[in-house]
């Protein structure tokens, strides 16, 4: 495996994690309340949506110069 694939894989286990995080910060915040929760889901949903536009132009300037 190449460090190009490690790197995209690394990315999308990035964006699993933020969004699992961010999702369960949410459901924590719906349940038991706190502001710190819902901030913490917030920003996890964000890195999430920042992690995924980034695997997106990776996987695109990779394809162009046809490393992956």
Same mark, same amino acid.
């Given at each position: 495996?190449?460090?190009?694939?490690?790197?995209?894989?690394?990315?999308?286990?990035?964006?699993?994690?933020?969004?699992?995080?961010? &999702? $369960?910060?949410?459901?924590?915040?719906? %349940?038991?309340?706190?502001?710190?929760?819902?901030? &913490? *889901?917030?920003? $996890?949903?964000?890195?999430?949506?920042? &992690?995924?536009?980034? *695997?997106?132009?990776?996987?695109?300037?990779? %394809?162009?110069? *046809? &490393?992956?």
């Amino acid at each position: 495996m190449s460090i190009k694939a490690i790197h995209l894989l690394f990315i999308a286990a990035s964006i699993l994690l933020s969004v699992g995080v961010g &999702l $369960g910060s949410i459901f924590h915040f719906f %349940r038991e309340g706190g502001i710190g929760s819902l901030a &913490l *889901g917030i920003v $996890g949903l964000i890195s999430g949506f920042g &992690l995924y536009t980034y *695997g997106k132009s990776a996987l695109k300037k990779l %394809r162009k110069f *046809g &490393l992956v």
